[in-house]
């Protein structure tokens, strides 16, 4: 795995062995990538990383640019791995939360420019995510929601919903409270 653009473009990000998480390929990372480039101002923004698992998206937002992100992950091994990670690129404005995502959603604080979830491909509740992330009041009105999820998954039906796209089997879902 490697970050894909930015001033640490290139670097590469090696995810401990052995963990169950599915990181986002670096094809899927720049296909979203190029689709925020080209729609999103990427400097100075806050982002909120739900599910950050091995660190590629929360990478990539400060390797373009972010003043604020913080990355939420329950699994213990790559929550250190987060830790060594943000250590190593050194960026003051890159924190980590180790929590369970639905339970840091009841209390969490915002608003963030753009809250990007990458949960299990599997996992109980992942169609809730859009519903949980509005109802918390984290996006600012122009903000902007990313669900990565697997086919079967249809969030068309949600109110924010704005477009969807697809790389091989990963897909992103674009939630904004504002019409594009």
Known sequence: MRIIGGRHRNRRI?????????PTTD???????NILR??????????????????????EFVSHG????????????????????ARTLDE???SQVRADVFQYLRH????FDIVFADPPFHLPGTETLPALVREAGLLLPDGLFILEHPRGIDPAADPWFRRERTYGAVHFSFFSPTPS
């Open 14 to 22: 090696d995810p401990p062995k052995g963990i169950e998480a599915r």
């Open 27 to 33: 094809f899927a990372r720049e296909g979203l990538f």
């Open 38 to 59: 080209h729609s999103t101002a990427l400097e100075g923004i806050r982002v909120l990383d739900l599910f950050a698992g091995a660190g590629g998206i929360s990478a």
């Open 66 to 85: 972010a003043t604020q992100v913080i990355s939420v992950e329950q699994d213990a091994r790559l929550f250190a791995h987060l830790q060594r990670l």
């Open 92 to 94: 003051p404005g890159w």
């Open 108 to 111: 969490a604080t915002g608003p």
